[in-house]
């Protein structure tokens, strides 16, 4: 498969991701009659639903990573080259914000609109670095041990991750800039990206860590 290929699946499967992020959100809230906790659980099961989808779809293609946080653990733990990683994560930012602009154009809302749903404080961060982490143990883990369970994992822990998580579990960079530019259900603050950018990085360190120490463990 050619690096241009592999970055074709990871830019589209990401669009579609974001898509299915931000429009079940917008369709939640609006079917929901108010009711948040209706509408989260609406944007959560489309969440895991349409990862599982993509995972095995793109799987094939690319790895499925649309997400460079994914893709930087993958060159840490020599799974990804550098050079495949410089062409995925451009092709997942730019996916992420397409796949925004897709899904407020379905909806009859601004192609882009900066966000106005504030996300901040500690709380917010610890959230995003414990989903991040959970997130990069699930895939290292599953990877492991049972590889063909990776997109059913991955997509159950989403969602759960949802709910456990006072973020609603971003785990992404792209994913966290792309919803800065959708003022709906799923948006977030430009001015609370950074914190949310660092924090993921932060758990996803923490996972690379903890998974060398794993793999040694196991004589890989």
């Known amino acids: 498969m050619t690096l241009l290929r592999k970055a074709t699946g990871e830019f589209v499967g990401t669009a579609l991701l974001l898509a299915a992020v931000v429009g079940s959100g917008i369709m939640g809230e609006r079917l929901a009659g108010g009711n948040v906790a209706v509408a989260l ?14 995972i095995l779809s793109f799987g ?48 009859g809302e601004p192609v882009f609109a900066w ?31 049972r590889p063909g369970a990776v997109p059913f994992a991955v997509g159950a822990y989403i969602t759960a991750a949802y709910w456990f998580t006072a973020s609603t579990s971003f785990a992404n960079p792209a994913v966290t800039v792309a919803r800065a530019l959708t003022n709906t259900f799923t948006g977030i603050r430009p001015q609370d990206v950074p914190v949310f950018v660092v924090a993921q990085a932060l758990g996803a360190t923490a996972a690379t860590l903890l998974f060398r120490w794993l793999d040694e463990e196991r004589g890989k």
Do not use: K, W
């Open 41 to 54: 659980l609406a944007n959560s099961l489309a969440t895991g639903a349409a990862l599982v989808a993509l």
């Open 60 to 107: 094939p293609v690319s790895g499925a990573h649309f997400n460079p946080a994914v893709s930087l653990v993958g060159v840490g733990r020599g799974d990804l080259s550098r050079r495949d990683a410089c062409a995925y994560i451009p092709a997942q930012l730019l996916g992420a914000i397409a796949g925004v602009a897709c899904a407020n154009a379905m909806f």
């Open 115 to 145: 966000s106005t749903h504030a996300r901040a404080g500690f709380a917010q961060a610890m959230s995003e670095a414990v989903a991040t982490f959970g997130l990069l143990t699930v895939i290292a883990g599953c990877g492991n041990q």
